[in-house]
C-alpha cells in the first residue's frame, strides 16, 4: 500500500526550475534513499516532503491524506538535520521533549518516551547535558531520539552523516539501519554518499538535476543502472566506460571494436543484440571490481600508470589509449608504471549502453 | 641573525615599530580623556564642594558629603526622578513590543525589496538629532497647526492643546519618545532573530504550528542579550534624556515634563549650583550603574 506519494511535485524558484516534476511513491515501513550529485534536487525534494519548502505544482499525500498545503507540524513527519538543529538552550531531555510538549502529551507520558528513546540510543548518562557539551555523534543521537520521541509517520533525514568523521559515520549507519529495523519506520533519506544508499536503502531513487533518473533496489541499480549517470553514479570505484564501434550484429550477439580490446574486437551475446547497427558506437561499462588481471582469457590489454594500495586490495590506475580504466585488483600486484598488462572481465558484467546513454 | 652573537633575539620582527600602537591608540584615548572621563572627575570633586558660581565670593570650599544630604532631601529632585520613572516604564514596554512586532514582519520571508526599504527606513529617527526631534515635536503637536490635531480632527475629536496641558505635554514627548527609539528597538531584535540558526527554527516548526510557542521557546533566548543591551541603553538614555524635552516643553507646563536630567540643568545652569547638580549627576550615573548591573544579572545569558 502506498504510503507515501509525490505525484507529478515540481519546484521553481522564479525562473529557475529545480524539481521538474518528479514521481514517487513509497510504501508503509519502507526505506527510501534519495541520492544524486549536489544541486540534483535531493534536499528540496525531502524539505518539500517536511512542509519547509513550498511545492510548486504536483500534490503530496502521507498515509493516504493530501498534505501538500499542509503545516510542517501538522504532517507528522519528523527530521534529522546535518547541523543536528538542537536548541542550544534546552538540556537533552528538554530537546526530546519539546515537540511532546508542544502536543500537550501528559508529564509521565513524556518521561516515559524520552526515557525510552534514550535508552535504545544510550544517550541516558547525557539527558541533563547542554548539546555544546555534547560530541558530534552524541548530538546526532540526540537529534534522531527528538524524531523518535514524537512516533512519527515518516523519518526524514538530511544528509545526518556527513558532519561526522569516517569511524562515526560508518557506525551511525548500522544504527540507523538497525533503528530501521526495530522501529519497522518509514524513513527517507537524503545523501549524496551512494555507500550510504547501498547499505541503508529498501529502495534508492537516483536523482539528476531535479529529475529522478532510476528507482530501483541497490541490487537492481548496480545489476541493471538504467542509464549511464546511474552506472557511474552507484559503485565505487565507479564504473569505466569506453566508446566502441559496432562490428558486426545479429539478433543472437554483437562484436565491437576498441583500440584497447586484446584481439581488437570483442564479441558477446546479447539480449539486445537486434536493436544495434553496425557503425553504431555504444558505451562498454566495465566495473573495477569485475575486472581480473590474472585472467586466462583477456579482454583488454592495459598499461599499467598508478597503483593505490590498500591493504587488501590494489586499485590500479590504466590507460587504454586515452580512457582512463581503474582495475580494482585482489592483494597487491606488482607494477611499475608503463608496464603492460591485461585484464578481463565475466561477460555477464558487461555493460551495454547507446551513444544517448540508456541501457541496451 | 638567530643563533649570531650572544643571544638570540626575542621580540618578533613585527613589522612595526614599539611606538606605533601607542600612536594609533593615543587620539581616541586624549579625546575621551578630555569629553569625557576629566569632567567625571571634575564633576565627582565638585559634587564634595560649595561651587555656586553666582556666588563666587563664598569660595569653593570642600563641604563633605552636604550636597548629597540636601540633594536626598529635595523633594523636587524625588519628584523629578519619580517622573522620569514614571516616563521610563511608560515608552519601554511600547518601544520593546512595537520594535519586536516590527522585527518579526521583517524577518518573515518574500517582500524583499520592501523588507530593504523598511529597513533603511528604520534608521531615520535614530539619526535624527534629539534637538530636532524636539523641533518636529513643537510642530507636530502645536495646538493651531500641528498634525496631531489635523489627525484627530480628521477622527472627529476635538483638538487638544497638547503642549499646554499637563497630560498632554508628557503624552507628546513620550509620543516623540517611542517615535525615535522603536526602530532601535526593532533593529536590535531583527539581528537577534537572524542569530537564530535556520535549521533550529525549522526544527520547531516540524514540532509545533504556534508562532508563540516558536517565539517564546527558540527565538527569544537568542533576543536576550540583545534586549539586556537595549535595556542598558535606554535605561542610561532616559535618564540623562535632555535635549528633546528641552526643546519641546523646556520641562513644562509646571513641573509636567520636568525630567531629572531637566532639573539638574536648572540646578547647574539657573541657579549655577554646581555643587548640588554635580551631586544629582553623579547620584544619577550610580542609579544608571545599579540598573545595568541588574539587567546584567537577571538578563543576560549567551546562547551558545
Known amino acids: 500500500m502506498t504510503f507515501l506519494k509525490l505525484d507529478k511535485i515540481k519546484k521553481t524558484f522564479g525562473e529557475l526550475s529545480v524539481i521538474k516534476g518528479v514521481d514517487i511513491t513509497a510504501s508503509k515501513g519502507e526505506f527510501v534513499v534519495f541520492v544524486g550529485p549536489s544541486g540534483c534536487g535531493k534536499s528540496t525534494l525531502l524539505r518539500m516532503i517536511a512542509g519547509l519548502e513550498d511545492v510548486s505544482s504536483g500534490t503530496l499525500s502521507i498515509d493516504g491524506k493530501e498534505v501538500t498545503y499542509e503545516e510542517p507540524a501538522k504532517r507528522e513527519v519528523s527530521m534529522v538535520f546535518q547541523s543536528y538543529a538542537l536548541y542550544p538552550h534546552m538540556s537533552v531531555f528538554e530537546n526530546m521533549a519539546f515537540g511532546l510538549r508542544m502536543a500537550k502529551l501528559p508529564e509521565d507520558e513524556i518521561r516515559r518516551r524520552v526515557g525510552e528513546a534514550a535508552r535504545i540510543l544510550q544517550i541516558e548518562p547525557l539527558l541533563e547535558r547542554k548539546p555544546r557539551a555534547l560530541s558530534g555523534g552524541q548530538r546526532q543521537r540526540v537529534a534522531i531520539g527528538r524524531s523518535i520521541v514524537r512516533n512519527p509517520k515518516i523519518f526524514l533525514f538530511d544528509e545526518p552523516l556527513s558532519n561526522l568523521d569516517a569511524e562515526l559515520r560508518s557506525q551511525m549507519r548500522v544504527e540507523i539501519a538497525k533503528l530501521h529495523r526495530n522501529l519497522g519506520a518509514t524513513m527517507v533519506y537524503v545523501t549524496h554518499d551512494q555507500v550510504e544508499a547501498m547499505t541503508l536503502a529498501d529502495r534508492i531513487v537516483v536523482l539528476r538535476a531535479g529529475l529522478v533518473e532510476q528507482i530501483g533496489s541497490p541490487t537492481e541499480l548496480y545489476d541493471r543502472p538504467a542509464n549511464t549517470f546511474v552506472a557511474g553514479f552507484i559503485g565505487s570505484p565507479k564504473m569505466n566506460f569506453l566508446v566502441a564501434k559496432v562490428t558486426g550484429a545479429d539478433n543472437a550477439g554483437l562484436q565491437l571494436s576498441h583500440p584497447a580490446f586484446a584481439n581488437g574486437f570483442l564479441s558477446l551475446t546479447h539480449s539486445s543484440a537486434g536493436k544495434a547497427k553496425i557503425g553504431d558506437l555504444l558505451t562498454v561499462g566495465l566495473r573495477p571490481e569485475h575486472l581480473d588481471v590474472a585472467a586466462a582469457s583477456p579482454l583488454l590489454k592495459l598499461t599499467a600508470d598508478f597503483a593505490e594500495n590498500l591493504g587488501g586490495s590494489t586499485q590500479i590506475y590504466t590507460r587504454a589509449g586515452e580512457d582512463t580504466i581503474i582495475i580494482l585488483a585482489n592483494g597487491r600486484p606488482d607494477l611499475k608504471p608503463g608496464a603492460q598488462i591485461t585484464a578481463g572481465i565475466d561477460p555477464r558484467h558487461i555493460y551495454l549502453f547507446t551513444s544517448d546513454g540508456l541501457a541496451l | ?304
Open chain 2, 1 to 304: 641573525m638567530p643563533g649570531r652573537g650572544s643571544k638570540p633575539t626575542i621580540r618578533p620582527n613585527r613589522g612595526y615599530g614599539r611606538w606605533t600602537p601607542f600612536w594609533f591608540l593615543a587620539p581616541a584615548v586624549f579625546t575621551l580623556f578630555i569629553i569625557g572621563i576629566y569632567p567625571t572627575i571634575f564633576a565627582f570633586v565638585t559634587s564634595f564642594r560649595r561651587y555656586n558660581i553666582a556666588r563666587p565670593r563664598d569660595g569653593f570650599p570642600f563641604i563633605g558629603l552636604e550636597n548629597y544630604t540636601s540633594v536626598l532631601t529635595d523633594g523636587t529632585f524625588w519628584a523629578s526622578l519619580f517622573l522620569t520613572a514614571k516616563f521610563y516604564v511608560t515608552v519601554l514596554p511600547v518601544q520593546i513590543a512595537l520594535g519586536l512586532m516590527i522585527a518579526l514582519l521583517l524577518h518573515k520571508t518574500g517582500m524583499g525589496f520592501l523588507k530593504s526599504l523598511a529597513r533603511v527606513t528604520l534608521v531615520v529617527p535614530l539619526a535624527t538629532t534629539y534637538a530636532v526631534v524636539g523641533l518636529i515635536g513643537r510642530l507636530i503637536f502645536n495646538r493651531d497647526f500641528g498634525v496631531a490635531n489635523w489627525f484627530l480632527d480628521s477622527l472627529g475629536i476635538g483638538g487638544l492643546d497638547w503642549l499646554g496641558s499637563q497630560g498632554g505635554a508628557f503624552a507628546a514627548i513620550v509620543i516623540m519618545d517611542i517615535w525615535q527609539w522603536t526602530p532601535f528597538c526593532a533593529l536590535i531584535f531583527l539581528a537577534g532573530l537572524s542569530m537564530v540558526p535556520g535549521e533550529i527554527e525549522e526544527a520547531a516548526r516540524l514540532e509545533t504550528s504556534s508562532k508563540w510557542a516558536l517565539l517564546k521557546h527558540v527565538q527569544l533566548p537568542y533576543l536576550m542579550p540583545g534586549l539586556t543591551a537595549l535595556l542598558i541603553l535606554r535605561s542610561a538614555d532616559v535618564l540623562k534624556l535632555f535635549d528633546m524635552v528641552f526643546v519641546m516643553t523646556r520641562g513644562g507646563p509646571g513641573s509636567a515634563t520636568d525630567l531629572v536630567s531637566i532639573y539638574i540643568q536648572r540646578v547647574g545652569f539657573r541657579i549655577f549650583d554646581l555643587g548640588t547638580a554635580s551631586a544629582q549627576a553623579i547620584l544619577l550615573l550610580i542609579i544608571t550603574i545599579l540598573i545595568s548591573r541588574l539587567y546584567i544579572r537577571v538578563l543576560y545569558k549567551e546562547v551558545n
